[in-house]
């Protein structure tokens, strides 16, 4: 059993940046794929970023690419998304998730991953 913690949320003005982070308990995360994804009010869960500890590749969403940058230290097993340039579109509550192996080929279903943390408000004011 992994359980997922993410932390780091918060309130900041529209350009300013956060980090993230997402670190693990009860499993290492040698091997695992991890993602970003955020819901915001009646929207649906949206994958932002994966990353694959089992080979380092990466992989974004077009809304964030360029301004997102995720990575991961696994001797600390933890993830991390560093948000720059932050608009009020990325308004959500942003939750980390991992599986075991498989990449980041299919990283924004939701169904591709094991566990969940429990999610980090993060809200960027206009």
């Known amino acids: 059993e992994m359980q997922l913690v993410e932390s780091g949320g918060g309130l900041v003005q529209a350009g300013g940046s956060l980090r993230l982070s997402c670190a693990s308990s009860?499993?290492?995360?040698?091997?695992?794929?991890l993602g970003w994804f955020r819901q915001a009010p009646g929207k649906e869960r949206e994958g932002v970023s994966c990353?694959?500890?089992?080979?380092?590749?990466?992989a974004y969403a077009d809304s964030v690419q360029g301004r997102f940058t995720i990575s991961s230290d696994t001797a600390k097993d933890t993830v991390y998304l560093q948000m720059n340039s932050l608009k009020p579109e990325d308004t959500a509550i942003y939750y980390c998730?991992?599986?075991?192996?498989?990449?980041?080929?299919?990283?924004?279903?939701?169904?591709?991953?094991?566990?969940w943390g429990q999610g980090t408000q993060v809200t960027v004011s206009s």
């Open positions: 998730a991992s599986t075991y192996g498989v990449g980041c080929a299919y990283y924004s279903l939701t169904s591709y991953y094991n566990y």
């Open positions: 009860g499993r290492t995360f040698d091997d695992y794929t």
């Open positions: 990353i694959s500890t089992e080979d380092g590749s990466t």
